[in-house]
């Protein structure tokens, strides 16, 4: 069952499992006004146990490039396709946050960014990443990495 989240009024619906579910809220809204402002796209969201499929390929892209296991389990995910790109976003139990940017034409950019919710501590597996800082008024502090996909990963 999707939902579509809201920016407005922020809710936890899908993430009370998570310790951060607050925080992890909040960079979800903040991702949902990211979509409707840019793409004017109405971000919607299943459990992950609904899209195993889109966390399995975003697992595999994870562990191919570069060889991370996420140790926190999904609790939901995000497809959306606009302007020829596939995002995905997956929003994990420990407050971590990670899309995939695929676009669909040959050459065209490819990466995986991670967001960890404010107050959580980076994971081991993403210890390696360099992570700025970013102020959100729905987020509160969000620290991001990403990284380039070199080889195709196929979501079909």
């Not at 596939?86 to 139990?93: A, G, K, L, P, Q």
Request: charged share 20%.
């Amino acid at each position: 069952m999707h939902h579509v989240v809201d920016f407005v009024t922020v809710s936890t619906k899908g993430l009370e499992a998570s310790p951060f579910a607050d925080a992890l809220a909040g960079l979800r809204a903040n991702e949902a006004r990211y979509f409707r402002n840019k793409y004017d796209h109405a971000f919607t969201v299943v459990p992950a146990a609904e899209a195993t499929a889109t966390v399995d390929w975003v697992a595999r892209i994870l562990s191919e490039e570069r060889g991370i296991v996420v140790a926190s389990p999904p609790l939901e995910v995000s497809i959306a396709d606009v302007d020829g790109i596939h995002w995905v976003h997956v929003f994990y139990e420990s407050g971590l946050a990670i899309n995939v940017l695929y676009g669909v034409e040959p050459g065209s950019k490819r990466a995986v960014g991670f967001k960890l919710s404010e107050g959580m501590e980076v994971p081991e597996e993403l210890s390696a990443f360099k992570f700025a800082r970013q102020k959100s008024k729905l987020a509160g502090v969000i620290r991001g990495s990403y990284f380039v996909i070199k080889c195709d990963h196929p979501f079909s």
